[in-house]
């Protein structure tokens, strides 16, 4: 029982390895996208420009000014305008400290509040008119609020604000979320307005015209906002409206845990609250649920970011779209983004929506329309209000265009968004999204008719981020990453760094093509024809025959028996490498090795030496990248032996026994030079290279061998035991995980029987102990061992069985 007790927790272990690897196989036969080409932080190819301060942190809340000449950041303890007019100018125009005084920071460590927490991080920036800024930090714990001078940068008091307290238009602690927006002056925020950060609050400040600011009903029944994380505030300039994007508790779902939902919240711009109820409070405030959710799988329901991509030109403002992007609660490291429309949301909100019971304190769908969610209800009936006031949430969920996200990541997590459309050569619009995720990459994808793609990922930040920030400027064509390190300037494109029309149509960059004329890959124009496929990345119906710049032919000279590494590596992320020789037709397969990197090793000897060309394969394209000549080098050792001329019978002999003892001599050479193989270079393992036991996932192409009749040239090539059988003929095509998942499957099957056979067995052991244990509670056994008789047991049952039994013992005495 001890075995099979250790043979079941083996057999489990097994199953779940197994399990864990039949996962892994299946993520990797899902077809994960890869970026095209990626670019560590401070690569040569795609440079960076970065501005960063000794005393400067936390500059993550960034502005750019109309013209989109200049860039103001809010930092740690000052405000910064930054002239990024130029291309590759990143220069401080001025600088504006703003810390708090040592009063307030000592009131701040009494809270028990740390040296960070303490700081004024400025996490509201926003144009105010034309001529000045608006800014609010956490101020050491206690928020503050000021104006800003554009051209100067000097501090002026805001209206009606004397002592610059800001409570409800930034948040006290400096990493908690919040959004802010001013349209025509005035002050839109979501933010809380409490030293805990409890109470949340939609309000507007700096109201004109002699309006009240307006404020979350503070009278009602039940939460308007349940422990919501704002993301972003935009507004429609069609109807007037702001609305505000969040994530927090759905309570309308009877989930035994704390189920969060994404929601998109809306205001009129001049809602002034009701006459006698709701007085200073929305009358127009409405929610609803943005549904992110693939086909049968659970929804994505925490928005992380919000990014709004205007109309094509010419179009009207209904078809304005929002770009989310969202996370899942139980898979922290899945992304999606989908894409709402402007219209479904005003469906919704001009839609039922429903009530809550004080009761049972459920939500229930009304079945009426009371005009809820609609400006000017200012002097409609306190009945109309009141009803306003208890149903404020849509019965209809936000879903995306298409019914489903554009984009779905299993394996990464995206903390923002930015969008923006250009045109193609073709004349037809794309649509590119700027995705950062929490690792640092800045991924640049674009959305094809049939899927996407995933030009390159840009390396902006190496350690995590408790804040990062990115903005897009269309005009100056750079995204404009800001962390608590620095603020980077990443240019959107960058097409001079593809040298050949053959990568420049691989790129699939809707702002890149070929122009044949010039014969650079140069940001396209509709004025001149351009070379470019982004849906296919057809080369041959792009370029044609263009004149490819063959690389330089490498020689190298080497000893017989010496090993061989032919250097290749891939151009991008998506190639295949292959290598080309005429050799491949007479040799064996088994003389060469492709490591994993790309590069050929092989052993030098008269049938090895000769041309070889590595070819990169990418979408059916083949290109030469490298070219090699192996050639020996003159030595006593590489002078092959004479024909000896056959004489007699006994000439014939010594001469076959010469040549044997020489074919040895060689072979012991060779086996001697791969057991060094470690020794000339580390990076080839050598169980790999004489104990294949994993192929390297390169191409298997056939090959032509040679007649087994026909006598090899090289001194005994059976016996080098090389490891990866590598072809040359074809592309490498997708590797096939087939092979692999039967096998994980059939030996998940055969635990499975072990399983079942050994609980069989444990069952009928047990069993069998328990029977023999009520045997003995009802009787005894007796043993006799008579001369010439086989020994006999009886047992006796009872009382009346051993009287019974007994002139029976008597007889066989």
């Given at each position: 029982m001890k075995n099979l007790s250790i043979l079941a927790m083996a057999c489990g272990c097994q199953i779940w390895v197994l399990c864990t690897a039949l996962g892994h196989l299946l993520a990797l036969s899902s077809g994960l996208a890869t970026p095209r080409i990626s670019f560590p932080l401070g690569s040569p190819n795609r440079p960076l420009q970065d501005f960063q301060i000794e005393d400067i942190s936390n500059a993550v809340t960034l502005l750019l000014s109309k013209d989109e000449s200049t860039l103001f950041v809010g930092a740690r303890d000052a405000v910064l305008s930054l002239d990024v007019s130029q291309p590759g100018v990143f220069t401080m125009k001025t600088k504006m400290e703003w810390k708090p005084t040592p009063r307030d920071l000592q009131m701040c460590y009494q809270k028990a509040r740390s040296e960070l927490d303490c700081q004024n991080l400025v996490r509201v920036l926003q144009h105010i008119n034309t001529t000045h800024l608006y800014a609010c930090g956490s101020y050491a714990y206690n928020p503050h609020d000021t104006y800003i001078v554009k051209d100067s940068l000097t501090m002026v008091k805001v209206p009606h604000n004397s002592n610059g307290e800001a409570r409800g238009r930034c948040p006290f602690n400096p990493f908690q979320r919040s959004t802010a927006i001013?349209?025509?002056?005035?002050?839109?925020?979501?933010?809380?307005?409490?030293?805990?950060?409890k109470k949340a609050v939609i309000s507007r400040h700096l109201s004109k015209d002699g309006r009240p600011d307006v404020n979350l009903d503070k009278d009602t029944s039940i939460k308007l906002l349940d422990e919501p994380t704002f993301?972003?505030?935009?507004?429609?300039?069609?109807?007037?409206?702001?609305?505000?994007?969040?994530?927090?508790?759905?309570?309308?779902?009877?989930?035994?845990?704390?189920?969060?939902?994404?929601?998109?919240?809306?205001?009129?711009?001049?809602?002034?609250?009701g006459i006698r109820t709701l007085q200073k409070s929305w009358t127009s405030f409405a929610k609803a649920q943005l549904l992110c959710q693939p086909p049968k799988d659970l929804p994505f329901g925490l928005i992380q970011d919000i990014a709004r991509l205007q109309p094509a030109e010419g179009a009207s403002t209904q078809e304005m779209l929002f770009y989310g992007l969202f996370t899942s609660?139980?898979?922290?490291?899945?992304?999606?983004?989908?894409?709402?429309?402007?219209?479904?949301?005003?469906?919704?909100?001009?839609?039922?929506?429903?009530?809550?019971?004080?009761?049972?304190?459920?939500?229930?769908?009304?079945?009426?329309?009371?005009?809820?969610?609609?400006?000017?209800?200012?002097?409609?009936?306190?009945?109309?209000?009141?009803?306003?006031?208890?149903?404020?949430?849509?019965?209809?969920?936000?879903?995306?265009?298409?019914?489903?996200?554009?984009?779905?990541?299993?394996?990464?997590?995206?903390?923002?968004?930015?969008?923006?459309?250009?045109?193609?050569?073709?004349?037809?619009?794309?649509?590119?999204?700027?995705?950062?995720?929490?690792?640092?990459?800045?991924?640049?994808?674009?959305?094809?008719?049939?899927?996407?793609?995933?030009?390159?990922?840009?390396?902006?930040?190496?350690?995590?981020?408790?804040?990062?920030?990115?903005?897009?400027?269309?005009?100056?064509?750079?995204?404009?990453?800001?962390?608590?390190?620095?603020?980077?300037?990443?240019?959107?494109?960058?097409?001079?760094l593809y040298t050949s029309c053959a990568q420049c149509v691989l790129a699939r960059d809707p702002f890149c093509g070929w122009d044949h004329a010039s014969g650079v890959c140069a940001r396209v124009s509709t004025s001149l024809h351009f070379g470019q496929d982004v849906e296919h990345g057809n080369v041959s119906k792009e370029c044609g025959n263009y004149d490819r710049t063959m690389p330089d032919t490498e020689k190298k000279y080497l000893s017989i028996n010496a090993r061989v590494r032919l250097d290749c590596s891939k151009p991008t992320n998506l190639a295949t490498l292959i290598w080309k020789s005429p050799k491949w037709d007479t040799l064996p397969q088994d003389l060469f090795?492709?490591?994993?990197?790309?590069?050929?090793?092989?052993?030098?000897?008269?049938?090895?030496?000769?041309?070889?060309?590595?070819?990169?394969?990418?979408?059916?394209f083949q290109e030469t990248i490298a070219n090699y000549i192996v050639s020996l080098s003159a030595s006593p050792r590489s002078i092959a032996p004479q024909p000896v001329q056959t004489r007699t019978t006994s000439s014939d002999n010594i001469q076959s026994k010469t040549s044997s003892e020489q074919e040895n001599s060689m072979n012991q050479e060779h086996a001697n030079t791969m057991m060094d193989i470690d020794e000339v270079d580390e990076n080839i393992n050598l169980e790999e290279v004489l104990n294949p036991i994993t192929p390297v996932p390169t191409p298997h192409l056939p090959y032509t061998q040679t007649d087994s009749t026909t006598p090899s040239k090289a001194p005994d090539t059976q016996t080098h035991r090389s490891s990866i059988i590598q072809s040359f003929n074809e592309p490498q095509m997708a590797k096939s995980y087939h092979s692999e998942l039967i096998a994980v499957s059939f030996l998940l099957a055969v635990c499975v029987c072990v399983?079942?056979?050994?609980?069989?067995?444990?069952?009928?052991?047990?069993?069998?102990?328990?029977?023999?244990?009520?045997?003995?509670?009802?009787?005894?056994?007796?043993?006799?061992?008579?001369?010439?008789?086989?020994?006999?047991?009886?047992?006796?049952?009872?009382?009346?069985?051993?009287?019974e039994h007994a002139g029976e013992i008597s007889d066989v005495r």
């Open positions: 001013t349209i025509d002056g005035e002050l839109f925020t979501g933010t809380t307005s409490d030293f805990w950060g993301v972003g505030a935009l507004t429609d300039p069609a109807d007037r409206k702001v609305y505000f994007f969040f994530s927090e508790v759905g309570k309308e779902y009877s989930f035994p845990d704390e189920l969060r939902v994404s929601r998109v919240a809306q205001v009129c711009k001049g809602d002034i609250g609660q139980w898979s922290p490291n899945k992304s999606a983004v989908c894409v709402f429309g402007i219209k479904k949301i005003k469906a919704v909100f001009n839609g039922i929506y429903k009530e809550f019971n004080k009761e049972s304190h459920q939500w229930n769908p009304s079945g009426k329309n009371y005009n809820l969610g609609r400006c000017g209800l200012r002097n409609a009936s306190d009945s109309v209000l009141t009803m306003a006031r208890l149903s404020f949430l849509a019965s209809d969920a936000v879903t995306p265009v298409g019914g489903a996200p554009v984009l779905v990541f299993p394996d990464q997590h995206y903390s923002r968004v930015a969008v923006l459309r250009t045109q193609a050569a073709n004349g037809k619009d794309y649509t590119v999204l700027f995705l950062l995720s929490e690792s640092g990459w800045l991924h640049k994808i674009v959305l094809l008719d049939g899927g996407h793609h995933i030009i390159e990922e840009i390396q902006v930040f190496r350690q995590p981020q408790p804040m990062a920030n990115i903005l897009l400027s269309t005009a100056k064509g750079v995204v404009f990453v800001g962390t608590s390190e620095r603020v980077t300037k990443v240019s959107v494109t960058q097409c001079p090795f492709q490591s994993r990197e790309g590069s050929l090793v092989f052993f030098a000897t008269y049938d090895t030496e000769g041309t070889y060309h590595c070819v990169s394969v990418e979408r059916g399983f079942v056979l050994a609980g069989l067995y444990g069952w009928r052991q047990r069993r069998t102990f328990k029977l023999g244990d009520q045997v003995k509670s009802e009787g005894e056994s007796l043993s006799f061992e008579v001369s010439g008789v086989k020994p006999t047991t009886y047992q006796f049952d009872n009382v009346s069985n051993n009287a």
